[in-house]
């Protein structure tokens, strides 16, 4: 079954730290996506990334990079130098699996960033 | 600008009573997801439906209905059947009905059962 693990509940950080937030998964698919999202305190879900199992470089956006490692099934999530606005709880997902039309969320981590 | 509207964004429900939640799309997608969302316990899937006039149950579907008429609307009905419904109800949307492409949200409704 199609499972997302993301064991820390709770990380709190002073401003300008590094923070990398963790993403374990379980698929009985061989190729799939993997996603994160990020709801900061007003509620919505915000898209940050989509990435195919195939393709396994680490990918950076700005402050954000990920680290996909298909051998370990982890997508691993870093924000570099962290803000104030980034304290919010992220969501790994994937689909869940099987042609299945729906996603699969991890828990969440809520991250707080302290000035 | 497309996206989806939740309405309303807090709304408190008698117990014994039923109440709907809206939510609208503009984006011309064809699937649309509900999911309850409760602290600790991630995002859980209630019902989808990926075209007008059909639906599937979630995981957690018992106490909830809904009903999918039009393209751009799936309003969930949260019945006296329900028995814990407080929580944060998040509504989504993907592109031609197929997950791959992720979801994109709603800003979310917050029942509280007074």
């Known amino acids: 079954a199609q499972k997302v693990t993301q064991a820390q509940t709770e990380i709190s950080v002073v401003e300008k730290e590094d923070v990398t937030l963790d993403c374990v998964y379980e698929?009985?698919?061989?190729?799939?996506?993997l996603f994160w999202y990020k709801q900061p305190p007003s509620g919505e879900l915000v898209f940050l990334i989509r990435?195919?199992?195939?393709?396994?470089q680490n990918e950076i956006s700005g402050r954000y990079s990920w680290n996909f490692q298909k051998s370990t099934s982890s997508f691993n999530f870093t924000i570099t130098a962290s803000q104030v606005v980034d304290s919010a709880v992220y969501f790994c997902?994937?689909?869940?699996?099987?042609?299945?039309?729906?996603?699969?969320f991890g828990k969440g981590t809520k991250l707080t960033v302290n000035p | 600008d497309g996206g989806i509207t939740q309405s309303p964004k807090y709304l408190f429900r008698k117990e014994g009573q039923n109440v709907t939640l809206s939510c609208e799309q503009n984006?011309?997608?064809?699937?649309m997801y509900w999911y309850r969302q409760d602290p600790g316990q991630g995002l859980r899937l209630i019902y989808y439906?990926?075209?007008?006039?059909?639906?599937q149950k979630g995981d957690i579907a018992e106490g909830y209905s809904v009903s999918r008429e039009k393209k751009e609307s799936f309003p969930l009905t949260v019945t006296s059947a329900q028995k814990n419904p407080t929580a944060f109800y998040l509504c989504?949307?993907?592109?031609?009905?197929?997950?791959?492409?992720?979801?994109?949200f709603g800003s979310g409704t917050r029942l509280t059962v007074v």
């Open positions: 439906s990926q075209i007008v006039n059909d639906f």
């Open positions: 698929t009985r698919d061989t190729t799939y996506y």
């Open positions: 984006l011309n997608h064809d699937a």
């Open positions: 989504a949307s993907s592109i031609a009905g197929t997950v791959n492409y992720g979801y994109t």
């Open positions: 990435r195919n199992s195939f393709d396994e």
């Open positions: 997902a994937l689909p869940g699996g099987g042609g299945s039309e729906k996603l699969v």
